[in-house]
């Protein structure tokens, strides 16, 4: 099936590791030209820019694609507008939005301080804002279509009994935010939905699903942990043209979790 995304111009935040990475190879695949952010704050000795380079090393040598590693903390309003003029100045205007970079830590809520509250929704709510408000208004301006496609998270509708309390209400958040911008800009063709993944075996997951792999499987009816480019898949076709009468939506991929 032939997707219709062979230029397409794509931003991936969170784009250098885990399923941000999986989506990434995944649009370049069907064709996109793909800028894969990452994270960048040597202030506290973070920087994945070889993360991001590796990516865009691997679009380009299996697909012979554009790709442009594209700096950035989401959680700071001044880092968005620059992100968005380097996507353009080395790729060309924006035509998909990926809303995947995210934060999961752990604390219980008779335990969690202020701060990490507030630190992961400006991550993970926060920051999908600010990306969804820059992309619209560019949008709008040019008088163009476009495609957002946010990672919720099955803890958004069924909550979080392990300490991730923040971030289900991120999760949950962005839900509603996905609803609410998909029927403000409707009517101008640009389309706003979410995927719900469930446990994805990845970086961020690996010391959960180390220790307490019975538990999770417990919950999943398919009996496993999820492959990143399975639910990478799913956010490709929600992301192309192929979804093109779909918005406000959000697709379950979490093996039966939510079967919702």
Not at 8 to 22: E, W
Not at 197 to 210: F, V, Y
Request: glycine share 10%.
């Amino acid at each position: 099936m032939d997707l219709n995304l062979k230029h397409k111009v794509a931003l991936v935040t969170g784009g250098s590791r885990g399923l941000g990475r999986a989506i990434s190879v995944g649009l370049a695949a069907e064709g996109a030209r793909v800028a894969v952010h990452y994270y960048r704050d040597p202030a506290k000795g973070v920087d994945l820019v070889d993360e991001a380079a590796a990516v865009v090393a691997e679009i380009r040598t299996a697909y012979g694609g554009d790709a442009v590693p594209v700096p950035g903390d989401l959680g700071r309003g001044a880092d968005i507008r620059p992100m968005f003029d380097a996507v353009e100045a080395e790729l060309g205007r924006l035509d998909i939005l990926v809303n995947n970079a995210g934060v999961w830590p752990t604390a219980y809520v008779k335990d969690m301080s202020e701060a990490e509250w507030n630190a992961t929704l400006a991550v993970n709510l926060t920051g999908p804002f600010l990306a969804c408000r820059e992309a619209v208004a560019r949008w709008l301006a040019a008088g163009c279509r476009g495609s957002i496609v946010n990672i919720v998270s099955q803890a958004a509708f069924r909550g979080a009994t392990s300490g991730h309390a923040h971030y289900a209400a991120s999760k949950a958040g962005l839900v509603a935010f996905t609803v609410s911008l998909a029927r403000e800009v409707a009517a101008q063709g640009i389309r706003v939905n979410a995927v719900a993944p469930g446990m994805i075996a990845t970086d961020m997951a690996r010391h959960a699903l180390e220790t307490n792999l019975e538990r999770y499987l417990e919950r999943i009816p398919l009996g496993r942990i999820a492959d990143p480019a399975e639910v990478a898949g799913v956010v490709v076709f929600l992301a192309s043209d192929r979804a093109g009468y779909m918005t406000g939506a959000t697709l379950d991929v979490t093996g039966g979790m939510l079967m919702r």
